[in-house]
T-cell receptor, first 115, second 113 residues
Framework: EPEVTQTPSHQVTQMGQEVILRCVPISNHLYFYWYRQILGQKVEFLVS????????KSEIFDDQFSVERPDGSNFTLKIRSTKLEDSAMYFC?????????????FGNGTRLTVT | GDSVTQMEGPVTLSEEAFLTINCTYTATGYPSLFWYVQYPGEGLQLLLK?????DKGSNKGFEATYRKETTSFHLEKGSVQVSDSAVYFCALGNTGTASKLTFGTGTRLQVTL
């Protein structure tokens, strides 16, 4: 079964550094998402992306965050200047159709540790 | 706004015990409801879903019924196995919200022999 793949599985960075988290969504999917899960807390929506633009973003997704689909297969999340509170598990997800009944397919996540 | 409330964990059960994990939601309109499972070291996997009132989602022995009158979507399994040990997330997806999911906090299930 096709999978969403994320790299790296674990990223350690110093505060103030830029990080790029990478995702390869399922190939025929059209809708892409980033979520994050701070340890012990709920999974939170960050951003959705469709037709090469952001369709919705949460208040967490401030100017320090950006997303890009640089080619036909990758979907990246960039954090420009990381803060300690950005430490979390970041999940990429994709879906084939936009309806709310269509489920999301998640990757295994990238654990980001900011020191 | 939309929200999901799940029972606090962890839930510890012996193998073959009956499982219920409570989930209630607040939403406008007619959301779809989902249960996702996260096994250790893995991402979130769809377990089951229900898209309208009174629908019952089922998979791998797990069931949940979409109850609009009580705004609930409780997860049940008649006989749990050690391999069911995981974190279970209730979620809702609503129209007009870029189809994003709103998650509960997750409930950790530990099944022992």
């Amino acid at each position: 079964e096709p999978e969403v793949t994320q790299t790296p599985s674990h990223q350690v960075t110093q505060m103030g550094q830029e990080v790029i988290l990478r995702c390869v969504p399922i190939s025929n999917h059209l809708y892409f998402y980033w979520y994050r899960q701070i340890l012990g807390q709920k999974v939170e929506f960050l951003v959705s992306f469709y037709n090469n633009e952001i369709s919705e973003k949460s208040e967490i997704f401030d100017d320090q965050f950006s997303v890009e689909r640089p080619d036909g297969s990758n979907f990246t999340l960039k954090i420009r200047s990381t803060k300690l509170e950005d430490s979390a598990m970041y999940f990429c997800a994709s879906k084939s159709r936009g309806q709310e009944t269509s489920p999301l397919h998640f990757g295994n996540g990238t654990r980001l540790t900011v020191t | 706004g939309d929200s999901v409330t799940q029972m606090e964990g962890p839930v510890t059960l012996s193998e073959e015990a009956f499982l219920t994990i409570n989930c209630t939601y607040t939403a406008t309109g007619y959301p779809s409801l989902f249960w996702y499972v996260q096994y250790p070291g893995e991402g979130l996997q769809l377990l089951l879903k229900a898209t309208k009132a009174d629908d019952k989602g089922s998979n791998k022995g797990f069931e949940a019924t979409y109850r609009k009158e009580t705004t609930s979507f409780h997860l049940e399994k008649g006989s749990v196995q050690v391999s069911d040990s995981a974190v279970y997330f209730c979620a809702l997806g609503n129209t007009g919200t870029a189809s994003k999911l709103t998650f509960g906090t997750g409930t950790r299930l530990q099944v022992t022999l």
